[in-house]
């Protein structure tokens, strides 16, 4: 591999849209987007024309098919289909929507017809002297020297009733989590209460083994993890540090998460990122997809969640129109310059990437500095070019 060659490597937070022309929610970043010669994102909904909603399902999420070729114009190389709304509208839209990724050569990861299916990964092959973003094929390649491999493995641990898959049922690959609630003071009923997360041991070993195993195969090993707490700030769980942890420490280069709806902080542990949320980036709004959601008794918990929607009324919090393009370089088979674009969406929920004499940038950057310090993780964002490095 030539040592002036870099690789670019972009990921973003979760996407997804039903509105008439789905490529209009990339108008102001394709562009950007297309700079990538490797580019990850999050499905958050189901691409399908059939189906019933499932009943233990609060917001059923289904955009058009036609989605998923704007996906594809929009740049997307590899999609996690783990996400809490992959069985929204049941088996028959679910398996359409993953035709539809394959159809549009945009490689699901995290979702299949069983457990197997689900926790299998993709290797994305990217030939190292090529110019040409899309010129990458899966595992394969006969020259071993010519091409940087970044394995993908994708998880969830937002688990809706049998959304995750097993032996001989569809749905996606499960971290589950534990909740423990410890009485702070045991001789004071009714006290507010410690609560405790942990990863379920099945779970973690399974997705330790898959790292273990992927990790011989490729030079770069990528997780994907749906997960987290949401819409509320900085907050993050206690079983996603282990979880996020203990998978560094058997292989995994980078952690990337989604599904909060929020950003969260960034941790930077053993030398290795750990992205706890990317936030929304190409998602319409709950609105579009359900314009009663807020009429609906199901919404009034996550009210309660942000001041934004419980005081001000609004569909979601001004948090959830951060967001960030996670960025990095590959080279010599390795990731250098790691960190993220910040981001907003506008009042259509339409993504714009933001320029560093942008007031909202320093904004942005004081956020993901105060989050993080919100939560004891002390990274330090320097500004190269347009971009936040934090390794």
């Known amino acids: 591999m030539s040592k002036d060659k870099i690789i670019q490597f972009y990921a973003t937070g979760d996407v997804g849209m039903n509105r008439p022309d789905p490529d209009s929610i990339f108008q102001y970043v394709k562009e950007y987007l297309g700079k990538a010669d490797l580019l990850f994102g999050q499905l958050e909904p189901c691409l399908a024309s059939c189906g019933t ?34 069985m929204d509208w049941g088996r028959e839209a679910f398996f359409e929507t993953l035709d539809v990724l394959e159809t549009n050569d945009l490689h699901p990861i995290g979702a299949g017809k069983n457990i197997v299916e689900a926790r299998k990964p993709y290797i994305a092959e990217i030939p190292a002297g090529s110019e040409d973003r899309h010129d990458m094929e899966r595992t394969g390649s006969k020259d071993q020297q010519d091409v940087v491999r970044v394995g993908f493995l994708a998880y969830n641990s937002i688990l809706p009733a049998n959304y995750y898959a097993d032996e001989d049922r569809p749905g996606c690959a499960p971290l589950r989590g534990i909740t423990y609630y410890e009485q702070i003071e045991p001789d004071q009923p009714g006290t507010p ?31 994907s993890m749906h997960w987290g707490i949401h819409f509320i700030p900085a907050i993050i769980a206690d079983y996603q540090r282990m979880a996020a942890h203990r998978a560094i420490d058997h292989g995994v280069d980078l952690v990337l998460g989604h599904h909060p709806h929020v ?29 009663d959601v807020q009429k609906k008794k199901s919404h009034e918990a996550i009210k309660n969640l942000n001041p934004d929607m419980k005081e001000k009324g609004k569909i979601m919090p001004a948090d959830s129109f951060k967001s960030m393009v996670f960025c990095a370089d590959i080279r010599e088979k390795k990731l250098e310059n790691v960190g993220f674009v910040p981001a907003v969406l506008d009042e259509k929920c339409d993504p714009r990437i933001l320029k560093p004499d942008d007031p909202a940038y320093q904004d942005l950057k004081d956020y993901m500095t105060r989050i993080n310090e919100d939560q004891g993780i002390h990274t330090d964002f320097r500004q190269v070019g347009d971009r936040l490095v934090v390794v």
């Open 53 to 86: 909603p499932a009943s233990q399902c609060r917001l059923p999420m289904k955009g058009d098919p036609k989605g998923g070729a704007a996906i594809k114009r929009a740049g997307y190389d590899v999609m996690s289909f783990a996400t809490n709304h992959c």
């Open 263 to 291: 950003l969260k902080p960034v941790e930077v542990y053993k030398g290795k990122a750990i992205f706890y949320s990317m936030g929304n980036f190409a998602l319409d709004p709950p609105n579009i997809f359900d314009p």
């Open 193 to 223: 209460c410690k609560i405790h997360t942990f990863p379920v041991e099945e779970d973690m070993a399974a997705l330790l083994d898959d790292v273990e195993k992927l990790r011989t195969q490729v030079d770069i090993l990528v997780l």
